[in-house]
């Protein structure tokens, strides 16, 4: 199954599939009242992704279909039948939401892990496909044809959900890529002052984390270098307004705190004290 997830992230034909897709989540968010409203669906408010709280509902509420139909088989009870098709119609619900969540994050990666999303997406809209059948067979009475079309969703459901697992756990898409486990607790020396004149930034190694240092609007920052989205380098980033903006997906973060300005990011930036002391930059955790 793990090769099989790496297989599909090398298939280059999925560039081209999923470009009009692309374009279209594009489309969907402009200006930046468009920003705002994709940040909300990445999850910044809620300070983690958003798409896989959301993507429970579904799961859960068609596992519980199961249930319900096999415990209508046995006892052939109507009240189980009416239990599988109101748990059918919650996942339905709940998988538009997780849907347009998920759509928001997938356009803000790259290469393998966005094939696999594709992929992904693709799987799940086949499983929502045959459980809205199932809901419309199911309008008067359950028949044999409804659980065949919710049992078969349900198992392609789970195909999806592994690739989903895939992205979390193999490519890390969601998880937080700047913690500072290792930033020194003392003021450690970093890099000359002189070679960072106003409006410059630099990459440098202090103890055994990776900062990016600069000068910006007169005053000193110190930023983990990894981006917290995807582990971007913001030391190749446009230092604007007040902020640093990730050169791989855009998140943006004020450069004295840290603190998230725009996603895909959901989480803030570790920030670090810096001092100029001796003619060199000084960096601490703060």
Same mark, same amino acid.
């Given at each position: ?12 034909? %999925? ?31 809620? @300070? ?6 959301? &993507?429970?509902?579904?799961i859960g509420a068609w596992m519980m279909a199961q249930v319900f139909d096999a415990l209508g088989a046995a006892r052939r009870t109507r009240a189980y039948d009416e239990a599988a098709r109101v748990c059918i119609t919650t996942g339905l619900v709940g998988a538009v939401g997780a849907a347009? &969540? ?25 499983? &929502?496909?045959?459980? %809205?059948?199932s809901a419309l067979l199911r309008r008067r009475r359950k028949s044999p044809n409804a659980v065949a079309a919710s049992s078969t969703g349900f198992a392609v459901a789970m195909a999806g959900a592994y690739l989903g697992g895939a992205l979390v756990y193999q490519r890390q898409i969601g ?5 500072? +486990? ?13 070679? %960072?004149?106003?409006? &410059? ?5 202090? @103890? ?22 995807? @582990? ?6 446009? %230092? ?7 050169? +791989? ?38």
């Open positions: 199954m793990s090769e099989l997830a790496q297989a599909i992230g090398s298939q280059e034909w %999925l560039d081209h599939v999923a470009k009009p897709v692309e374009k279209a989540v594009e489309r969907a968010f402009p200006g930046d009242s468009g920003r705002n409203v994709k940040d909300a669906l990445h999850g910044r408010w809620l @300070g983690h992704p958003l798409h896989p709280v959301l &993507t429970d509902i579904p347009v &969540t998920g759509l928001a994050d997938w356009s803000d990666t790259g290469r393998d892990s966005r094939r696999i999303g594709f992929v992904h997406g693709m799987i799940n809209i086949a499983a &929502t496909s045959l459980f %809205l059948t998880p937080h890529h700047a913690l500072e +486990w290792n930033a020194p607790g003392e003021f450690t020396r970093a890099v000359p002052a002189s070679e %960072l004149p106003e409006g &410059t930034r630099k990459k440098v190694r202090v @103890g055994d984390v990776d900062i990016v240092v600069g000068r910006h609007q007169g005053r000193l920052f110190a930023l983990a270098e990894r981006c917290a989205h995807q @582990g971007g380098p913001l030391s190749e980033g446009e %230092l604007k307004d007040g902020a640093i903006v990730c050169p +791989w997906h855009g998140s943006t973060f004020c450069v004295e705190s840290g603190k998230l300005v725009h996603g895909p990011s959901v989480y803030d930036q570790p920030c670090y004290d810096v001092r100029e002391s001796g003619g060199f930059l000084e960096v601490r955790r703060r």
